[in-house]
Protein backbone atom coordinates (compact mmCIF):
# COMPACT_ATOMS: atom_id res chain seq x y z
CA UNK A 1 0.00 0.00 0.00
CA UNK A 2 1.40 3.67 -1.03
CA UNK A 3 0.88 6.15 1.64
CA UNK A 4 -0.29 9.44 0.37
CA UNK A 5 0.73 12.47 2.55
CA UNK A 6 -2.58 14.25 2.47
CA UNK A 7 -1.93 18.25 1.10
CA UNK A 8 -1.27 20.14 4.46
CA UNK A 9 0.21 23.80 4.81
CA UNK A 10 3.73 23.57 4.74
CA UNK A 11 4.68 26.91 6.13
CA UNK A 12 7.36 26.61 9.76
CA UNK A 13 4.01 27.63 11.43
CA UNK A 14 1.71 25.00 9.42
CA UNK A 15 4.08 22.27 10.23
CA UNK A 16 4.18 23.36 13.92
CA UNK A 17 0.69 23.10 14.29
CA UNK A 18 0.34 20.00 12.77
CA UNK A 19 2.67 18.45 14.85
CA UNK A 20 1.18 19.85 18.02
CA UNK A 21 -2.64 18.48 16.28
CA UNK A 22 -0.86 14.64 16.22
CA UNK A 23 0.37 14.41 19.24
CA UNK A 24 -2.55 16.07 21.52
CA UNK A 25 -4.78 13.66 19.63
CA UNK A 26 -3.06 10.80 20.05
CA UNK A 27 -2.52 11.69 23.83
CA UNK A 28 -6.05 11.68 23.91
CA UNK A 29 -6.56 8.50 22.64
CA UNK A 30 -3.89 6.80 24.86
CA UNK A 31 -5.04 8.77 27.97
CA UNK A 32 -8.48 7.40 27.28
CA UNK A 33 -8.02 4.09 26.73
CA UNK A 34 -8.65 0.46 28.66
CA UNK A 35 -8.13 -2.29 27.97
CA UNK A 36 -4.50 -2.45 25.30
CA UNK A 37 -3.79 -1.82 21.87
CA UNK A 38 -7.17 -3.38 20.41
CA UNK A 39 -9.63 -0.98 22.49
CA UNK A 40 -7.49 2.00 20.86
CA UNK A 41 -8.87 1.27 17.44
CA UNK A 42 -12.09 2.53 17.72
CA UNK A 43 -10.93 5.50 18.86
CA UNK A 44 -7.98 6.07 16.43
CA UNK A 45 -10.58 5.81 13.38
CA UNK A 46 -12.93 8.42 15.20
CA UNK A 47 -10.03 10.79 15.44
CA UNK A 48 -7.80 10.08 12.52
CA UNK A 49 -10.48 8.88 9.78
CA UNK A 50 -13.85 10.59 10.85
CA UNK A 51 -12.93 13.36 12.72
CA UNK A 52 -9.72 14.38 11.99
CA UNK A 53 -9.64 12.71 7.90
CA UNK A 54 -6.32 12.27 7.65
CA UNK A 55 -6.84 9.44 6.20
CA UNK A 56 -9.39 7.04 4.55
CA UNK A 57 -11.35 4.32 6.07
CA UNK A 58 -10.11 2.05 3.33
CA UNK A 59 -6.64 3.20 4.27
CA UNK A 60 -7.13 2.66 7.75
CA UNK A 61 -7.94 -1.24 7.50
CA UNK A 62 -4.75 -1.60 5.22
CA UNK A 63 -2.67 -0.05 8.40
CA UNK A 64 -4.37 -2.22 10.52
CA UNK A 65 -2.92 -5.38 8.77
CA UNK A 66 0.11 -4.17 8.90
CA UNK A 67 0.13 -2.65 12.28
CA UNK A 68 -1.39 -6.29 13.00
CA UNK A 69 1.82 -7.95 10.95
CA UNK A 70 4.58 -6.53 12.43
CA UNK A 71 6.18 -6.80 15.85
CA UNK A 72 5.61 -4.98 18.74
CA UNK A 73 2.23 -3.25 19.71
CA UNK A 74 -0.52 -2.71 17.69
CA UNK A 75 -2.05 0.25 18.71
CA UNK A 76 1.88 2.08 18.62
CA UNK A 77 2.39 0.55 15.49
CA UNK A 78 -0.71 2.48 14.01
CA UNK A 79 0.05 5.40 14.96
CA UNK A 80 3.95 5.04 13.68
CA UNK A 81 1.80 4.23 10.21
CA UNK A 82 -0.53 7.30 10.57
CA UNK A 83 2.36 9.56 11.69
CA UNK A 84 5.00 8.64 9.09
CA UNK A 85 2.00 9.25 6.39
CA UNK A 86 1.28 12.39 7.61
CA UNK A 87 4.71 13.80 8.22
CA UNK A 88 7.26 11.08 7.49
CA UNK A 89 9.80 9.99 10.29
CA UNK A 90 9.48 12.84 12.48
CA UNK A 91 5.58 12.51 12.12
CA UNK A 92 6.06 8.89 13.33
CA UNK A 93 8.03 9.60 16.59
CA UNK A 94 5.08 12.45 17.18
CA UNK A 95 2.48 9.91 17.18
CA UNK A 96 4.29 7.07 18.69
CA UNK A 97 5.23 9.35 21.69
CA UNK A 98 2.20 10.82 22.31
CA UNK A 99 0.70 7.22 21.92
CA UNK A 100 2.93 6.02 24.57
CA UNK A 101 3.10 9.15 26.93
CA UNK A 102 -0.48 8.70 28.86
CA UNK A 103 0.48 4.81 29.80
CA UNK A 104 3.64 5.53 30.97
CA UNK A 105 2.81 8.38 32.78
CA UNK A 106 -0.18 6.14 34.70
CA UNK A 107 1.75 3.17 35.05
CA UNK A 108 4.30 4.61 36.82
CA UNK A 109 2.02 6.48 38.86
CA UNK A 110 0.39 2.79 39.66
CA UNK A 111 3.67 1.00 40.03
CA UNK A 112 4.51 3.45 42.95
CA UNK A 113 1.50 3.21 45.10
CA UNK A 114 0.62 -0.30 43.63
CA UNK A 115 1.73 -2.32 47.46
CA UNK A 116 -0.78 0.50 49.28
CA UNK A 117 -4.03 0.17 46.99
CA UNK A 118 -4.04 -3.86 44.88
CA UNK A 119 -6.00 -5.41 47.54
CA UNK A 120 -8.92 -2.09 47.39
CA UNK A 121 -11.86 -3.61 46.96
CA UNK A 122 -13.64 -0.24 45.59
CA UNK A 123 -10.42 -0.41 42.95
CA UNK A 124 -10.82 -3.73 41.85
CA UNK A 125 -14.71 -3.19 41.26
CA UNK A 126 -13.81 -0.07 38.89
CA UNK A 127 -11.63 -2.92 36.94
CA UNK A 128 -14.52 -5.38 36.68
CA UNK A 129 -16.66 -2.21 35.35
CA UNK A 130 -13.96 -1.37 32.63
CA UNK A 131 -13.55 -5.00 31.14
CA UNK A 132 -17.03 -5.34 29.64
CA UNK A 133 -16.87 -1.75 28.27
CA UNK A 134 -13.26 -2.62 26.88
CA UNK A 135 -14.85 -5.71 24.70
CA UNK A 136 -17.61 -3.45 23.50
CA UNK A 137 -15.26 -0.56 22.28
CA UNK A 138 -13.47 -3.46 20.23
CA UNK A 139 -16.62 -4.93 19.29
CA UNK A 140 -18.25 -1.62 17.95
CA UNK A 141 -16.38 -1.03 14.63
CA UNK A 142 -15.98 -4.25 13.53
CA UNK A 143 -19.39 -4.62 11.12
CA UNK A 144 -18.45 -0.82 10.38
CA UNK A 145 -14.29 -1.90 9.14
CA UNK A 146 -15.86 -5.31 7.79
CA UNK A 147 -17.89 -3.21 5.22
CA UNK A 148 -15.19 -1.04 3.81
CA UNK A 149 -13.06 -4.32 3.94
CA UNK A 150 -15.43 -6.12 1.61
CA UNK A 151 -16.67 -8.72 3.89
CA UNK A 152 -20.29 -10.42 2.39
CA UNK A 153 -22.10 -12.98 3.12
CA UNK A 154 -20.09 -15.46 1.20
CA UNK A 155 -16.75 -14.73 2.40
CA UNK A 156 -17.18 -14.24 6.17
CA UNK A 157 -16.27 -17.80 6.54
CA UNK A 158 -12.42 -16.39 6.01
CA UNK A 159 -12.33 -14.25 9.32
CA UNK A 160 -14.44 -16.45 11.11
CA UNK A 161 -12.15 -19.47 10.56
CA UNK A 162 -9.14 -17.49 11.72
CA UNK A 163 -10.79 -16.68 14.52
CA UNK A 164 -11.46 -20.03 15.41
CA UNK A 165 -7.59 -21.18 14.24
CA UNK A 166 -6.31 -18.47 16.82
CA UNK A 167 -8.52 -19.16 19.54
CA UNK A 168 -9.26 -23.07 19.32
CA UNK A 169 -6.29 -23.69 17.30
CA UNK A 170 -3.78 -21.81 19.08
CA UNK A 171 -2.29 -20.61 15.74
CA UNK A 172 -0.26 -17.76 15.51
CA UNK A 173 -1.52 -14.73 14.00
CA UNK A 174 1.65 -14.35 11.98
CA UNK A 175 0.76 -17.80 10.07
CA UNK A 176 -3.00 -16.13 9.42
CA UNK A 177 -1.29 -13.47 7.75
CA UNK A 178 0.37 -14.84 5.29
CA UNK A 179 -2.14 -17.27 4.30
CA UNK A 180 -4.06 -14.62 3.77
CA UNK A 181 -0.80 -12.85 2.03
CA UNK A 182 -0.49 -16.48 0.02
CA UNK A 183 -4.66 -16.65 -0.44
CA UNK A 184 -4.97 -13.11 -2.19
CA UNK A 185 -1.66 -13.40 -4.77
CA UNK A 186 -3.39 -16.80 -5.69
CA UNK A 187 -6.59 -15.57 -5.83
CA UNK A 188 -6.05 -12.25 -7.88
CA UNK A 189 -4.02 -14.59 -10.12
CA UNK A 190 -6.88 -16.99 -11.01
CA UNK A 191 -9.20 -14.30 -11.57
CA UNK A 192 -6.71 -12.53 -13.76
CA UNK A 193 -6.03 -15.52 -15.84
CA UNK A 194 -10.24 -16.03 -15.60
CA UNK A 195 -10.81 -12.56 -16.91
CA UNK A 196 -7.93 -12.63 -19.73
CA UNK A 197 -9.90 -16.29 -20.98
CA UNK A 198 -13.04 -14.16 -21.45
CA UNK A 199 -11.55 -11.36 -23.42
Not at 25 to 31: C, E, P
Not at 93 to 111: E, K
Not at 151 to 168: D, E, G, N, Q, R
Given at each position: ???????????????????????F???????F???????????????????????????????L???QSA??????????????????????????????????????????????????????????????????????????M??????????????????????????????IV??????????????????????
Open positions: MKLRKPKIENSKQGTLKIYWQMFTFVRIGTTFGGGYAMIPLIQEEVVKKKKWIEEREFIDMAMAPGVMAINTAIFIGYKMRGFKGSLVTAFGTALPSFIIILLIAIVFTSFRENPVVERIFKGIRPAVVALIAAPLYKGKSAGITWKTIIIPIAAILLIWLGGISPIWLAAIIGGILYGTVNTKKQTKTE
